[in-house]
T-cell receptor, first 114, second 109 residues
């Protein structure tokens, strides 16, 4: 009965590879997000999706692309992985897309690029 | 855009003491201020939040205060317990959520 789930929990890969991280929420929320947490624990928003529309896209390289097959899923695809992509990636969801809506986070995916 | 600063970066207290973590924000239009607790190997979990029309909110041992004039808000944990040990993040939200850099709280038994 996990609210926001991510797979895989750990991902180790070589530079240049393409990988995906999956996220699912069973809360019936309308908006989903992806965050990156670097080695210093700093959390930064990457994307958010509301009703299949991208509403926030921070200064993230276009190697990163979010894909939402339906309202309950927001997957993160990363092409041509680089060393600097190593981080923990968190998915989150909220009921609406308002700035005052509480966000619920998944357990994270630790990506290591060798 | 919004800039959130959080202090201290690390905090160590004895079990039973109080802990206070402070955050400042730059955009006076920010209207939502959540606090998250992140335990090792887990995602951030909301512990308390406050909206800009409220000055203080309390939930058992946890309280948050907001001073809109000074643009700062604080987390107060009383009667700390070892299980309170974690990294705590403040955030301020206007169009999107901006997080502070985190405070690693250690509660010594």
């Amino acid at each position: 009965d996990t609210a926001v789930s991510q797979t895989p929990k750990y991902l180790v890969t070589q530079m240049g590879n393409d990988k995906s991280i999956k996220c699912e929420q069973n809360l019936g929320h309308d908006t989903m997000y992806w965050y990156k947490q670097d080695s210093k624990k700093f959390l930064k928003i990457m994307f958010s999706y509301n009703n299949k529309e991208l509403i926030i896209n921070e200064t993230v390289p276009n190697r990163f692309s979010p894909k939402s097959p339906d309202k309950a899923h927001l997957n993160l695809h990363i092409n041509s992985l680089e060393l600097g992509d190593s981080a923990v990636y968190f998915c989150a969801s909220s009921h609406g897309g308002l700035s005052t809506d509480t966000q619920y986070f998944g357990p994270g995916t630790r990506l290591t690029v060798l | 855009g919004e800039n959130v600063e959080q202090h201290p970066s690390t905090l160590s207290v004895q079990e039973g003491d109080s802990a206070v973590i402070k955050c400042t924000y730059s955009d006076s239009a920010s209207n939502y201020f959540p606090w998250y607790k992140q335990e090792l190997g887990k995602g951030p979990q909301l512990i308390i939040d406050i909206r800009s029309n409220v000055g203080e909110k309390k939930d058992q041992r946890i309280a948050v205060t907001l001073n809109k004039t000074a643009k700062h808000f604080s987390l107060h944990i009383t009667e700390t317990q070892p299980e309170d040990s974690a990294v705590y993040f403040c955030a301020a939200s206007i169009n999107d959520m901006r997080f502070g850099a985190g405070t690693r709280l250690t509660v010594k038994p």
